[in-house]
């Protein structure tokens, strides 16, 4: 039986579809959802709406203790983002968002702060962590530990859907370059980067629906708790 405060982590490069799947497994196994990304989001738009240079560290480090995010459950499978009280769930949404926050997620003292925060919201178990290093870093002692990839080409084609979904008209080769520069950066940099745990389990969602990804997880969780 699994420990219901257990922690599960997914980790994976952008647009590998790991919102979808955590927030599914989540609603499965009756978990709270923690989606790390948004809170690097979040962090990127709070500085850039200050206008705070992540060179200038004096100013970051009181930006940083200013910032109160929270994160609301929202329906079974979804949360929403506050920054201080505003709903700024959809403003972080965007590829341009997602590329602030890869470059602010580079910063020691973000993540620092996020780290801890994220040890916070996780002290209680019972969650499913979607991220870049929750495997490796925030929670190594995880019950359980996935890698979910995709091809490049695959992570731009649904980005692209998804987007259009939304009614934002995004050229594939730009999707496609801005992918492959995340998943560079997030792959390479110094602190906490993009890379398998030693003790995870490796998921090619390349040519597998969701629901496909979250029988194979939920199974794969049994035989470890087992
Ligand atoms: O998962 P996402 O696309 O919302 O993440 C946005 C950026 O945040 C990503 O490019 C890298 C960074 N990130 C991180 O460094 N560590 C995490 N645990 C989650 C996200």
Redesign the pocket.
């Known amino acids: 039986m699994l420990d219901p405060k257990a922690i599960i982590t997914i980790d994976g490069p952008?647009g590998a579809g790991?919102s979808t799947i955590s927030r599914g497994l989540a609603a499965k196994l009756h978990f709270t959802y923690l989606d790390?990304?948004?809170m690097?989001?979040a962090v990127g738009l709070a500085l850039a709406q200050q206008g705070v240079d992540l060179a200038d560290t004096p100013a970051l480090t009181q930006c940083l203790a200013k910032i109160e995010l929270t994160l609301v459950p929202n329906g079974d499978d979804d949360v929403r983002v506050l920054l201080g009280g505003e709903d700024i769930s959809q403003a972080i949404r965007t590829p341009e968002m997602?590329m602030v926050?890869?470059r602010v997620?580079a910063n020691p003292l973000v993540r620092e702060k996020l780290t801890a925060l994220q040890r916070q919201l996780g002290e209680a178990g019972g969650i499913v962590a979607e991220?870049?290093?929750?495997g490796t870093v925030v929670f190594p002692k995880a019950a359980c530990k996935f890698f979910l990839n995709a091809s490049a080409e695959e992570r731009a084609r649904r980005r692209q859907a998804q987007l259009a979904e939304k009614g934002q008209t995004v050229d594939y080769q730009e999707i496609l370059d801005q992918i492959s520069k995340?998943d560079y950066d997030?792959s390479r940099r110094a602190l906490?980067p993009l890379k398998p745990a030693p003790d995870v389990i490796l998921v090619d969602s390349s040519s597998m629906g969701p629901e496909a990804v979250i029988d194979y997880m939920l199974a794969s969780i049994a035989k470890s708790a087992r």
């Open positions: 952008s790991k790390t990304g948004a690097y989001r997602g926050a890869s997620s991220g870049r290093d929750m995340r997030d906490a």
